[in-house]
């Protein structure tokens, strides 16, 4: 992936990013708004049967004591103020208003059957204790009805909360997953184009610009650790004549044969080029003018011995050089292997020649 690419794929990362972790901000702050109303409602909930339970034993405590009654009046408004607060709250914070309508017709019914108490006290000496209890009692079973409403509304609220988490997370690893893919598929992409752009077409070895590249790190290797290196040059002899005689298709045909054989002979750590028409170069780190020599010799039979399918029989001349000392660049190098190769075409062809040297000589 190019650097504009990575950066516009880092850019729309981030502004998806920042769009999700906003909506998910907002919809965990609802999630707790909530969760907070489901609290807020049961502990309102607990303060109104705290009130009414109060409330329904001072009534009780003072059914035969109409002075403490009164003196009980000023807790008695509070407490019904706390309750009416309470109920409003709950009707506010519960979001089924039929219980909530239950509860606040069950409080009022209290609060009536708790006045008629003590008016009846207050006139005739005995209060109405009966009346406030069965009131209390079904307004504590209103009370517990809204009680469970609002503990589902607290476990939806929660659900939904760890639903929400979940998505988010996948979301986020939905959107790292799809960004690490899009830049695996851009290297991938990008290895791929590397390695076309230094593959030649035709034989699938390495082109001329790839031959170079490794040319110059291998010199610069052989002179730093002080090693030997060693190149071969392999042309086809007559090759225009194999165009002219059989056709483009069969001369393509053998430049992919000889890239085939000489494949088969190299080393690992060797590096084999087709430079152009139908010259080949096969650069050898290590390698020193005896061992290259004998390279050269068994790939001149590899090459030379075996008939080329509908060419028939097709010749090849190989120069071989090996780096002298320090001083000498791959473009000497290079030089010296072609001026062999040269000699080898002057001398009859289908030969291997050293640089600066005879004919390599026959392998016993």
């Known amino acids: ?27 965990l702050s609802t999630l707790q708004q909530r969760l907070e109303r489901s609290r807020m409602a049961q502990t309102a909930i607990t303060e109104i049967r705290l009130d009414t339970t109060a409330l329904a034993a001072i009534t009780l405590m003072t059914s035969q004591r109409p002075a403490v009654a009164r003196t009980m009046e000023p807790f008695n408004a509070s407490t019904m103020a706390d309750l009416t607060m309470n109920l409003d709250l ?12 239950a509860v606040h017709d069950a409080a009022n019914r209290f609060v009536k059957e708790i006045n008629w108490s003590k008016d009846t006290l207050a006139h005739t000496g005995n ?16 009370l517990a009805s809204v009680d469970r409403v609002a503990e589902r ?14 998505l988010i997370v996948i979301i986020f690893g939905g959107l790292i997953a799809l960004l690490a893919g899009r830049f695996a ?17 035709l034989s699938g070895l390495r082109n001329r610009s790839d031959f170079d590249r490794h040319l110059g790190e291998q010199i610069a290797d052989a002179h730093r650790l002080d090693r030997a290196l060693s190149v071969i040059v392999v042309d086809v002899d007559h090759f225009k004549d ?39 170069a096969w650069l050898m780190p290590a390698v020193g003018a005896d061992d290259a020599a ?28 090996t780096l002298i000392d320090h001083s000498e660049s791959g473009a000497d190098l290079m030089r010296r292997a072609d001026l062999a190769l040269y000699t080898a075409k002057g001398d009859g062809r289908a030969k291997a020649v050293a640089a600066a040297h005879a004919t390599v000589p026959a392998v016993p």
């Not at 850019?11 to 909506?23: E, P």
């Open 1 to 27: 992936m190019t650097r504009p690419a990575h950066l516009r794929a880092l850019v729309l990362f981030f502004l998806i990013a920042t769009a999700v972790g906003v909506a998910a901000t907002l919809g």
């Open 90 to 101: 709950v009707a506010h914070l519960i979001d089924d208003h039929a219980v909530t309508g």
């Open 127 to 142: 209060p109405l204790t009966s009346g406030p209890y069965l009131a209390w009692f079904t307004l504590d079973g209103a």
């Open 153 to 166: 509304q607290a476990a939806a609220a929660r659900r939904d909360a760890t639903v929400g988490t979940w």
């Open 185 to 201: 598929a851009e290297r991938s992409r990008s290895r791929q184009y590397a390695v076309l752009a230094a593959t030649d077409g």
């Open 242 to 280: 194999v165009n002219d005689t059989y056709g483009h298709a069969v001369g393509d045909e053998v430049i992919v044969e000889v890239a085939h054989r000489l494949s088969g002979e190299r080393r690992a750590d060797d590096i084999l080029a087709r430079l152009g028409g139908d010259e080949f």
């Open 294 to 321: 004998r390279i050269a010799h068994r790939a001149l039979r590899v090459l030379n011995d075996t008939p080329f399918g509908g060419a028939g029989v097709v010749t090849v001349s190989v120069g071989v050089a």
